[in-house]
């Protein structure tokens, strides 16, 4: 008797939300120029940043470490302010124009009076162009030229941050062309202009991990729409030249989010604030989240099966990030049905079985793991695989909705197994292992 099983087309989707991180952190020291020309680090110094692109705002105040070590985990993006350092025994200094993504800013203070200046004193000293305090009158020529190397150096600051706001304006532009491309449906573009924003900068944790990820969606939709294309051709050629143009764009979606990673790591290594880390490993679920889907994907479009142990590697990274079980039984199920599709079924076996012990009345998974067996022990002319399978799939067949996609297969499978193998259905726990299994 043949067997039929119906695997009607399936509209491939994906679904990932498009995110951005709009803070970057600043870093920097302060650090003392005493009278005799030597510096040393200030710490426990109070450092304000005050919004200096609008009349009036400020961030929570951080504090120097030791060393002289200020850290803000993240200004937001085309705001500007002013640093402002007050500490006992050094007179303030006000410190402008600092964006987001600065992260090597040293600010010289000098031995002073410990005045800790008030925001409308900031404001009033920056609307006049003066600094809280002019240099003695008096200095030693070594004071002198360290004060006029101090300004050197701040000169080269200046024209290196201009560069960095450069970069920045080339990643928010690149980034949000590229989102509207995606939108769009313009998926080649996307791609181009998420390219342009990685390029900017490829080793900058504030966009990369971003815009890698975003290739990665861009390019897996593509693949998608591809495949929904060509699913039905008739040329086996053409269909052949589209799997292997769908399989490349998912291969380098699995690229784009293995570099997303990479940068994470780096950064992760570095030390990072509690707030930045938890930021950090968001964007790390993101990224293993959306390779797990090229998997996926290369299974259900058959461009690639022999990524089998990468994928499930990357389903144990999932469920070790994910903290929703419906979600993790929804990932689980959505590589095992690829898998089963793809017609691998042993590796599908126990992905199936792992939703069942949570879920014994999944009636994908029962359905799923059913067919898998009645397959695999076929095949093999396994009787003891043929008769769990049996099992499973009677109960499904007797509780699951007729308006299940599976209902008329496993009916087909279940009779087989009757007719052609004699096999009686059992009662008993769909979860249940056979010896061996």
């Known amino acids: 008797m043949k067997v039929r099983f119906l695997f009607s087309v399936l509209i491939l989707l994906i679904s990932v939300s498009l995110g951005f991180s709009q803070t970057f952190p600043v870093r920097g020291k302060v650090v003392l120029r005493k009278s005799d020309g030597t510096t040393t680090p200030v710490a426990d110094a109070l450092v304000e940043a005050y919004r200096t692109d609008v009349s009036r705002g400020k961030m929570p105040s951080a504090k120097t470490d030791k060393k002289g070590n200020f850290s803000f985990a993240g200004f937001p993006l085309g705001q500007v302010f002013a640093i402002v350092v007050s500490a006992p025994g050094i007179r303030p200094e006000i410190y402008p124009n600092v964006r987001a993504g600065m992260e090597d800013i040293t600010i010289t203070v000098f031995e002073g009076d ?16 003066a600094t809280p305090q002019a240099p003695q009158p008096g200095l030693s020529e070594e004071q002198k030229r360290a004060i006029e190397e101090e300004e050197k150096r ?3 600051f200046e024209e290196k941050k201009r560069k960095i706001e450069q970069t920045n304006a080339t990643i928010r532009r690149a980034l949000q062309e590229g989102i509207d491309a995606l939108n769009a449906k313009n998926y080649e573009l996307a791609i181009a202009k998420f390219d342009e924003g990685i390029n900017a900068d490829p080793e900058f944790v504030g966009s990369v991990p971003v815009l890698q990820t975003n290739k990665a969606v861009a390019l897996n939709r593509k693949a998608v729409d591809k495949y929904n294309q060509v699913v039905r051709e008739k040329n086996q050629a053409v269909k052949n030249e589209a799997i292997s143009s769908i399989k490349s764009d998912l ?4 690229a784009a989010t ?3 990673l990479q940068v994470l790591e780096s950064a992760s290594a570095t030390g990072n604030q509690a707030a930045q880390a938890a930021q950090y490993e968001e964007q790390k679920y993101r990224a293993i989240s959306i390779k ?14 022999t990524k089998v142990s990468e994928a499930l590697k990357t389903l144990a990274e999932y469920e070790a990030l994910e903290k929703d079980k419906a979600q993790v039984e929804k990932a689980r199920l959505g590589l095992a049905d690829a898998l089963r599709e793809a017609g691998d079924a042993e590796s599908a076996i126990p992905i199936y079985r792992k939703v069942l012990e949570g879920s014994p009345e999944n009636y994908d998974a029962m359905a799923g793991l059913g067919l898998c067996l009645f397959s695999v022990g076929v095949a093999a002319q396994n009787k003891e695989q043929m008769q769990e399978g049996l099992d499973i799939m009677q109960r499904f067949a007797d509780s699951a909705p007729d308006t299940h996609p599976l209902k ?17 259905p059992q009662k008993t726990r769909p979860t249940q292992r056979r010896r061996g299994q």
Request: charged share 35%; no cysteine; net charge negative.
């Open 292 to 305: 797990l889907d090229s998997y996926r994907l290369l299974f259900r479009t058959t461009s690639d099966t």
């Open 251 to 254: 291969l380098n979606a699995i």
């Open 154 to 156: 701040r000169a080269e």
């Open 114 to 129: 410990g005045k800790v200046l008030t925001e409308e004193e900031v404001r009033r000293l920056l609307q006049g162009a």
């Open 408 to 424: 008329s297969s496993v009916k087909d499978a279940v009779e087989y197994l009757k007719m052609e193998e004699k096999l009686t």
């Open 258 to 260: 293995e570099r997303a």
